[in-house]
Each structure stands twice: as structure tokens, then as C-alpha cells.
T-cell receptor, first 113, second 108 residues
Framework: GAGVSQSPRYKVAKRGQDVALRCDPI?????LFWYQQALGQGPEFLTY????????KSGLPSDRFFAERPEGSVSTLKIQRTQQEDSAVYLC???????????FGEGSRLTVL | EDQVTQSPEALRLQEGESSSLNCSYT??????LFWYRQDPGKGPEFLFT???AGEEKEKERLKATLTKKESFLHITAPKPEDSATYLC?????????FGQGTRLTINP
């Protein structure tokens, strides 16, 4: 595809459910980032991959959050035992290198009831 | 810890009324300062990268400038289609650290 694709676009989960959010980056992009954006706030860093290696996961808020990119392309962000405070838009971005020019997807909006 | 503060939080202008958005930052070893535009329900879209104090970049009605402590996004004679949230971000390592954004509304 031409851009970063994220699915699902919208997810409603009951508290305690597990969710998985998928990101399909631009083909050939080495770097992949996950950000969390609360309503009215800027994106907050979660984790960063270079190819299949997770080089920085310092932004993951708890051990309920887990991300993987096993083949250096598609990435999945998994949230276990969801809580209401997990409600946010989860943005994925990719980059061909280390330029800081990130290409964002449209995000996955998670609502935890 | 890298920090970015943007002001004002929201700004409402009349079409054609020029203004500036501010981004103040602290970062250990600035590798770049970035401006992004975000429309409702969309991901941020890259606008500019600035690398050193004194640098300026322009795109249509937008001009970004950089000093050692802050950056400005100047909007000249804005149009309603310029309405969006403008995000500033810095990087000292690999990740971008974003500010909370300025929500800009241009009334016709």
C-alpha cells in the first residue's frame, strides 16, 4: 500500500479483555514506532523497532502492554487485561531510517468500557 | 528528560489574520525539531525538520524558525483549510517527543 495501514480503526473492549492492534508499515521502512494519544494531547512514545529488533520499550506503561515485529515488517501491539485508562488512539508510524520524518497511520481508537 | 511545551493550547483567527505558534523545548543533544499537522481522526502529517538555531523552512503559508530554546510556526494570511492541530516534536535519540499541540481554527 501507499501508506501505513492500521487495523482495526475502532475497537471497543470490555474491561479485562485482551486486544491486538495491527500495523502494516510502508514497504521497506526499517523503523517502526508505536505512540499512544489521549484526547486533546500529543502522541506519547510507547516503543520502537529497527527491523525486527525492539530497541526501546521504555514508554510501555505496564507489563500488560507488549509489542512485536517478528519479521521486520508487520507489527502488533497487544494489551492484556484492558483497563479504562487504556482508552486512547494508538498510532503507528514508520520511517525509512533515522531522519525523524515519520509516516503515521490513521490510528486505532480503543475504547475500554 | 526531553520536554516540549506548546502555546497557546488553542488559537482562533479570522481568515487572513497572521499569527505565530510557539514551541519551547529542552533536550540533551538536539538532533532535530519537527513540526507536524494533525487533522481530526487522522495521524500526524510531517511538515518541517529544523536542525540548528537560525534555520528557517517555508511551505505555502507556513514558515518555521528555530532558536536554541524554542521554535515558532508562523502562519501568514491563513485560510480555513489551515485549521488543524499543529504538533511540535524533538529528538535527541531515536524517538520523537511531542508537545501537546496547538489547535488552530481559521474562521472564514
Amino acid at each position: 500500500g501507499a501508506g501505513v495501514s492500521q487495523s482495526p480503526r475502532y475497537k471497543v473492549a470490555k474491561r479485562g479483555q485482551d486486544v491486538a492492534l495491527r500495523c502494516d508499515p510502508i514497504s521497506g521502512h526499517v523503523s517502526l514506532f508505536w505512540y499512544q494519544q489521549a484526547l486533546g494531547q500529543g502522541p506519547e512514545f510507547l516503543t520502537y523497532f529497527q527491523n525486527e529488533a525492539q530497541l526501546d520499550k521504555s514508554g510501555l506503561p505496564s507489563d500488560r502492554f507488549f509489542a512485536e515485529r517478528p519479521e521486520g515488517s508487520v507489527s502488533t501491539l497487544k494489551i492484556q487485561r484492558t483497563q479504562q485508562e487504556d482508552s486512547a488512539v494508538y498510532l503507528c508510524a514508520s520511517s525509512p531510517g533515522n531522519t525523524g520524518e515519520l509516516f503515521f497511520g490513521e490510528g486505532s481508537r480503543l475504547t475500554v468500557l | 528528560e526531553d520536554q516540549v511545551t506548546q502555546s497557546p493550547e488553542a488559537l482562533r483567527l479570522q481568515e487572513g489574520e497572521s499569527s505565530s505558534l510557539n514551541c519551547s523545548y529542552t533536550v540533551s543533544g538536539l538532533r532535530g525539531l519537527f513540526w507536524y499537522r494533525q487533522d481530526p481522526g487522522k495521524g500526524p502529517e510531517f511538515l518541517f525538520t529544523l536542525y540548528s538555531a537560525g534555520e528557517e523552512k517555508e511551505k505555502e503559508r507556513l514558515k518555521a524558525t528555530l532558536t536554541k530554546k524554542e521554535s515558532f510556526l508562523h502562519i501568514t494570511a491563513p485560510k480555513p483549510e489551515d485549521s488543524a492541530t499543529y504538533l511540535c516534536a524533538v529528538t535527541g535519540a531515536q524517538k520523537l517527543v511531542f508537545g501537546q499541540g496547538t489547535r488552530l481554527t481559521i474562521n472564514p
